[in-house]
């Protein structure tokens, strides 16, 4: 091979990303750090120089789509494609899920490259590097052949070849989902095979888009169907619903909420049983984050406006028991507090302090043990206070002498 040809293998290796320009290989920083670990005795995990040679040709043959060249030097021996070349800055197995063709990838199944790999302290999924950078041709390239052959294993790798494709491919959707990519959103659910977990790969699809914030994405999923709106995993114990109301940012929360309801999901819906769950009702929680949108739509929708839940470790006086109006009142909220009023909210309800609610306005306060409460219009302006009550007088009896 001819010196200039050699150097532009060299410089294709080194270009494999916006920030790697050839800047980057005249920083001295970079050979420091490459003669420290060298006296340090580690030079267990740095590659021999042939290595690295042979390393900057596989990814120039990646990058320019040379098969002939990739699978000439993929036959002469085992390369570290999963692990970083310090020499050059590049990962190759991370530059092939970028950049590498249908044809690429399937020459670097047969010759046994892992799927998965570090980059850092990173594990990482190259499907969904694939999917990330919009690399269909990778993805069906390893749907099609999961795994490669027994002969052509690379020893001591990170992958696990007995994991089938399809974890890879719900990290691939959650991936794609988190960008809000419709296109390969669609490609993903095409691949998937029917016949591993489709209901998993789309309910995690849409739980991570009700964490995102992500309306347009929630709502193809919805129309989509294929799970159960009120079903939960350990990895995703929330339900939808609490999902939305605890995840969601606060500025698309309503939105989102209000979406799940239309749907058919259940605004009474917990999930306070078991060895992971979530204390609260969807009410209770959405008045704790003063989400005066997300809490009239729940009512809207038939949240039960007196219901509580046990607290996590079953105490009655955690927060969790109180109901949804003392919880309003708590937060100072007028307009929650007029929500609940007005859907038929317990007037009588008493926490374990035995406090009530009490307007002050032009009235004086009220000492009664009694409160009922007057209705107003919306653009008055409420005060609250938290009033005792009267302890109750024990009576003693006398003891003859």
């Not at 470790?313 to 929500?339: D, K």
């Amino acid at each position: 091979m001819r010196r200039e040809g050699l150097i532009d293998k060299i410089l294709d290796a080194v270009q494999w990303e916006s920030w790697n320009l050839p800047s980057w290989m005249l920083l001295t920083y970079r050979y420091n750090l490459w003669v420290k670990r060298h006296k340090e005795n580690m030079s267990a995990k740095l590659n021999t120089p042939y290595e690295d040679m042979s390393i900057a040709i596989v990814c120039s043959a990646i990058k320019r789509g040379n098969i002939t060249e990739l699978d000439s030097v993929l036959k002469q021996g085992h390369l570290p494609l999963h692990k970083w070349c310090h020499r050059w800055g590049v990962l190759p197995l991370h530059f092939a899920a970028q950049h590498g063709t249908k044809e690429v990838i399937k020459v670097l199944i047969r010759h046994g490259v892992p799927r998965h790999y570090y980059l850092g302290y990173h594990y990482r999924y190259a499907l969904a590097v694939a999917a990330q950078n919009i690399n269909e041709g990778a993805l069906e390239a390893w749907v099609e052949n999961p795994n490669p052959p027994l002969d052509c294993r690379y020893p001591n790798t990170v992958c696990n070849h007995h994991v089938g494709v399809s974890l890879d491919l719900r990290k691939a959707m959650r991936t794609v989902v988190r960008e809000g990519n419709m296109e390969m959103i669609r490609f993903i659910e095409k691949q998937f095979p029917r016949d591993m977990g489709m209901e998993s790969l789309l309910f995690e699809g849409v739980t991570v888009a009700i964490q995102y914030g992500l309306p347009d994405v929630i709502r193809h999923f919805l129309e989509l169907g294929g799970f159960d709106i009120h079903m939960h995993t350990e990895s995703f114990f929330k339900g939808l619903l609490m999902t939305a109301i605890l995840d969601c940012n606060a500025k698309t929360r309503p939105q989102v909420v209000r979406l799940l309801l239309e749907y058919g999901v259940n605004p009474n819906q917990t999930f306070s049983e078991g060895r992971q769950r979530v204390s609260g009702t969807p009410l209770q929680r959405a008045i704790l984050r003063d989400d005066v949108e997300t809490m009239r739509a729940l009512v809207e929708y038939g949240a039960d406006v007196n219901a509580t839940s046990v607290g996590r470790h079953g105490r009655s006086n955690a927060v969790f028991s109180l109901p949804p109006l003392i919880l309003a009142m708590r937060r100072r909220s007028a307009e929650m507090v007029r929500i609940l009023l007005e859907n038929r909210a317990n007037r009588m309800c008493l926490s374990r302090r035995q406090t009530l609610l009490m307007k002050t306005g032009e009235e004086k306060l009220l000492d009664d043990d009694i409160v009922i409460w007057n209705g107003m219009d919306q653009g008055e302006t409420y005060s609250f206070v938290v009033v005792k009550q009267r302890p109750r007088k024990r009576k003693v009896k006398k003891l003859d002498n």
